[in-house]
């Protein structure tokens, strides 16, 4: 029974420090780290990668500026 206590609390010691670590507030050094950081941890919903996916493709080439079209892009 005393070996299976000595578990419980290694165990309990275990889980108190991910939950610490889980918990601490996290620093950023700007707001760009901030929006990367938030980036690689928030799944984009497949409904919405998939409307992305379809804007870009119904996009056309930008027009070319008038004075390329004008000098044939000098």
């Known amino acids: 029974m005393k070996r299976q206590s000595?578990?419980?609390?290694?165990?309990?010691q275990q889980?108190?420090?991910?939950?610490r670590q889980q918990s601490a507030p996290l620093e950023f050094g700007s707001v760009e780290e901030l929006l990367r950081h938030d980036a690689l941890h928030t799944p984009v919903p497949p409904?919405?990668?998939r409307r992305l996916q379809e804007s870009l493709l119904d996009m056309s080439a930008p027009r070319r500026r008038w004075w390329r079209r004008?000098?044939?892009?000098?």
């Open 6 to 12: 000595q578990f419980n609390s290694q165990e309990q």
């Open 15 to 19: 889980g108190a420090q991910q939950q």
């Open 47 to 49: 409904s919405i990668g």
């Open 70 to 74: 004008l000098f044939g892009g000098l």
